[in-house]
């Protein structure tokens, strides 16, 4: 069983910024891809960043400039940092991770995501 566990978040002003960290835990023999995504309300869940086989990384059009990931495949984990925060990054942010784990029947390649964690950003 994979599990996520979000730290980071919560309410931030306009201007400043914000790291996020998720680890994961489980029988996790590699991880293919693993990031963020957010939702703001009434919007769809739309990319952060992630980083994806050996480190190839993709970033949301939104947060792209201001944006830096980095993940930890010894201690599976990947944190994000973004700067100069507005109004519009308000949203519930879910950590991603696609991983071949290692299951009684074998090897699984799944995705896996977080509870997610509110960041509000007040002007």
């Known amino acids: 069983q994979v599990r996520l566990v979000e730290s980071g978040g919560g309410l931030v002003q306009a201007g400043g910024s914000l790291r996020l960290s998720c680890e994961a835990s489980?029988?996790?023999?590699?991880?293919?891809?693993m990031g963020w995504y957010r939702q703001a309300p009434g919007k769809e869940r739309e990319l952060v960043a992630s980083?994806?086989?050996?480190?190839?990384?993709k970033y949301g059009p939104s947060v792209k400039g201001r944006i830096a990931i980095s993940r930890d495949d010894v201690e599976n984990t990947v944190e994000v940092r973004i700067d100069r925060l507005k109004p519009q990054d308000t949203a519930v942010y879910y950590c991603?991770?696609?991983?071949?784990?290692?299951?009684?029947?074998?090897?699984?390649?799944?995705?896996?995501w977080g509870q997610g964690t509110q960041v509000t950003v007040s002007s």
């Open positions: 489980g029988t996790i023999i590699s991880i293919n891809s």
């Open positions: 991603y991770l696609e991983a071949t784990t290692h299951q009684a029947t074998g090897l699984l390649r799944s995705e896996y």
């Open positions: 980083i994806i086989g050996e480190g190839q990384t």
